[in-house]
């Protein structure tokens, strides 16, 4: 084993028996090489079923860097803007004072000014989504410009549906899927055997919802753990399972030709899948921390990344050639914690190894 195999290792092993996972899959490359690939842990704490290094996962958040790859393909393919207004691309959109004129580059950068969070869910039986838009209070009161929002790409996965006429799993299948070669990059319900639990029912939303006085009566059963449907809770109840911000499962070696799909600026096997200008603009700082579909802060020591809820994170250093996935079932214990610790050090181990 060799000094960052024993390193990372060791780093799993303290943070699983700590109880801030019950498992995870860390998948490293650079330059083209496979640097590691290991599975640590339980990907199901009942069953008590081994993490394998093919395990499929809730995706959650990172899910809006594949929405934001998709943004970017219709815009290579001159059928989107970054300056586009939502007003003009969703009809629905524009009959919405607030929502008409935010820009695509709003949507992804977080700098649209819509609140962080709603639970649309709590609205049903009414379906529409723009119904519950036009009724509830949209602009956030923060006088910072970012503010990290569900809703921004809730909307682009709207946009991605109207522009393909299609559902986001037949646009993932055919833009992503069969291009990319990416098996098990799919929207839920899964029934594989070897998927990574998550939370035992929504319970951590249950108490944001209380928090907004916000009621809801068909919440899964929180003594079994979640496992092949979505976590959150809009892209569950409301959007049955397929939503822009979240909703896809995957694996570390999807993830890690997404990846490569950016460190190498979008061309893939020679041909130009994304537009190399836009690519480079993705990874950059366009509003604070943000780029296109990729931020640039915490955990993330340097390069871009994106995280999601569930314990997962894709990172990408550009300057030295690198990436990181790092795949963790950090709901499944029993009083889940933030793992951005967990996360510094191991990545900090990396470049200290790598640099």
């Not at 809703?151 to 037949?170: D, F, M, T, V, W």
């Amino acid at each position: 084993m060799s000094s960052l195999e024993t390193k990372i290792y060791n780093i799993f092993k303290k943070y699983i028996d700590n109880s801030y996972m019950a498992g995870g899959v860390c998948s490293i490359k650079q330059n083209d090489q496979q640097i590691l690939l290991e599975a640590y842990g339980k990907r199901n704490m009942v069953t008590c079923e081994d993490v394998r290094t093919d395990t499929i996962f809730d995706l959650a958040s990172v899910t809006k860097t594949i929405t934001s790859t998709l943004i970017l393909k219709l815009i290579t393919k001159n059928r989107l803007a970054l300056d586009a207004k939502l007003g003009d691309c969703l009809l629905a959109a524009a009959r919405n004072g607030v929502l008409a004129p935010i820009t695509i580059q709003q949507l992804l950068t977080h700098t649209s000014g819509l609140v962080a969070w709603f639970p649309f869910y709590t609205e049903l039986p009414t379906s529409d989504l723009y119904e519950i838009l036009s009724s509830i209070e949209l602009n956030h009161q923060e006088e910072k410009e970012v503010v990290y929002s569900d809703l921004n790409y809730i909307l682009l996965g709207e946009i991605l549906k109207h522009k393909h006429q299609a559902s986001l799993q037949k646009i993932i299948e055919k833009e992503l899927v069969q291009p990319l070669q990416l098996p098990y990059l799919t929207y839920g319900p899964l029934f594989d055997e070897n998927i990574a639990a998550t939370e035992f029912g929504n319970q951590i939303e249950m108490e944001m919802c209380r928090s907004r006085n916000k009621t809801f009566s068909s919440w899964r059963d929180t003594s079994k753990p979640i496992i092949g449907e979505v976590n959150d809770g809009n892209a569950h109840y409301f959007f049955q399972g397929q939503s822009g911000h979240a909703g896809l499962f995957g694996t570390a070696a999807d993830l890690s030709k997404i990846a490569e799909l950016y460190l190498k600026g979008g061309i893939v096997g020679g041909t130009e899948f994304l537009d190399p200008k836009l690519v480079k603009q993705s990874l950059q700082t366009i509003a604070e921390d943000r780029g296109l579909g990729w931020h640039s802060s915490n955990p993330f020591p340097v390069g871009f990344g994106h995280t999601g809820f569930t314990g997962t994170a894709l990172w990408v250093v550009p300057e030295k050639n690198l990436q990181v996935v790092l795949l963790t079932n950090r709901l499944h214990v029993e009083e889940p914690v933030n793992i951005n610790p967990f996360r510094q050090e191991l990545y900090e181990e990396i470049l200290n190894k790598l640099s």
